[in-house]
């Protein structure tokens, strides 16, 4: 247990349809990181959020939002899925807001979405 | 962002060391050289960090060049559980820094 925890583990839907990713950082950890890895694309970075403000962007698509909660928790939204957003979307933390060359994240087990 | 080869894949045998080689010839000078590793269905998970001098923990040693433009993650007695994806990632200090996952290499270990 990395200490990182995602919910749901397995999620299976339908195209159209909107879905919520949930993630708990490790206790102490300020910024939350969201990965997507399909087949095709490998580990592609989405987003970071440190004590609730977005810090980086990477390539999140426009119908995929993220927050994250005063508690610390991050929420990943997926709207209008598509059968290609099928992927495990991956949450990580670490303690720092990122500047730092020496950032060491810590991953959660994945969040495994399919889009039928 | 500076950019990382390694090979695809790699086999060793059990209980035998593994070296896994990293170039990154154009790594700049505040580009510090990670590793994380992929076990099959699990998230990546840190191995191993530094910057300039070689450096030892539980899970690995991480061999550095004189000049910075390549590394070694060596495993040193490699067991079953160490069949893996391996990813060499450099961080640079800054803002926006982030990891950014390449191909990796994949270890297979053969008992």
């Known amino acids: 247990d990395s200490g990182v925890t995602q919910t749901p583990k397995h999620l299976i839907t339908a195209t159209g349809q909107r879905v919520t990713l949930r993630c708990s950082p490790r206790?102490?950890?300020?910024?939350v990181y969201w990965y997507q890895q399909s087949l095709d694309q490998g580990l592609q970075f989405l987003i970071q959020y440190y004590n609730g403000e977005e810090r980086a962007k990477g390539n999140i698509l426009e119908r995929f939002s993220a927050q994250q909660f005063p508690d610390l928790h991050s929420e990943l939204n997926l709207s209008s899925l598509e059968l290609g957003d099928s992927a495990l979307y991956f949450c990580?933390?670490?303690?720092?807001?990122?500047?730092?060359?020496?950032?060491?994240?810590?991953f959660g087990a994945g969040s495994r979405l399919t889009v039928l | 962002d500076a950019k990382t080869t390694q090979p695809n894949s790699m086999e060793s045998n059990e209980e035998e060391p593994v070296h896994l080689p990293c170039n990154h010839s154009?790594?700049?000078?505040?580009?510090?050289i990670h590793w994380y590793r992929q076990l099959p269905s699990q998230g990546p998970e840190y191995v191993i960090h530094?910057?300039?001098s070689n450096v030892n923990n539980r899970m690995a040693s991480l061999a550095i060049a004189e000049d910075r433009k390549s590394s070694t993650l060596i495993l040193h007695r490699a067991t079953l559980r160490d069949a893996a994806v391996y990813y060499c990632i450099l961080l640079y200090g800054g803002a926006t820094n982030k990891l950014i996952f390449g191909t990796g290499t994949l270890l297979a270990v053969q008992p």
């Open positions: 154009t790594i700049s000078g505040t580009d510090y």
């Open positions: 530094g910057l300039t």
């Open positions: 990580a933390s670490s303690p720092w807001d990122g500047d730092s060359g020496a950032n060491v994240l810590t």
């Open positions: 206790s102490g950890d300020l910024s």
